[in-house]
């Protein structure tokens, strides 16, 4: 299979993720690692809007970027925030355990959807509800890595509405996609 620009986009994302965790965990640059991973996360996620403008535009929609662009979101933004949980209940610098373990649970319920929907030979891709969540994902852990003192507030308001986005979604795509569990499709 040949690979077109926005498949291509996606899968620079992919390859993105190990550097993006090496320079935010591994203290060998000091405080420049973590801009360094800014930079490759806001890259990445800027990967993200490209393909998707560029598919659309060109009519380069295609079965592999509808499952693996969604994909490729859920790998850097639940990478970013598991290398940004904290324990604590409210974090001001950090992402609590709790809001990470609802993020990630919606994202493999829906994955797990996506898997039977292909069984049956359907390819479900992403709604509006869960494009606004992945934006409100990404602009939390850009906020959570830059944690500047003056945006504290600003962050968690966003980490918020990314929470009720994540649930939002998840009961969008689950009334919309109940065929898939029913059978019926």
Do not use: H
Request: with cysteine.
């Amino acid at each position: 299979m040949k690979m077109n620009l926005p498949n291509k986009l996606t899968m620079l994302r992919v390859f993105l993720i190990p550097f993006f965790v090496f320079f935010l965990l591994v203290p060998v640059f000091g405080d420049a690692g973590k801009w360094i991973a800014l930079g490759i996360f806001i890259a990445a996620s800027l990967t993200d809007l490209a393909d998707g403008k560029i598919a659309r535009k060109y009519n380069l929609i295609t079965d592999f970027g509808k499952f693996m662009d969604p994909l490729a979101d859920k790998l850097l933004v639940c990478s970013a925030m598991i290398c940004l949980t904290s324990p604590e209940l409210w974090s001001p610098d950090r992402i609590p355990a709790w809001i990470v373990v609802i993020i990630i649970a919606r994202e493999f319920t829906i994955s797990g959807f996506r898997l039977i929907a292909a069984e049956k030979g359907t390819v479900i891709a992403a709604g509006w509800w869960g494009k606004w969540k992945t934006t409100f994902q990404m602009i939390m852990v850009i906020l959570k890595i830059a944690d500047i003192d003056s945006l504290r507030i600003v962050a968690n308001v966003v980490m918020v509405i990314a929470l009720i986005l994540t649930v939002v979604s998840l009961a969008d795509y689950l009334v919309k996609n109940r065929s898939v569990l029913d059978g019926e499709m």
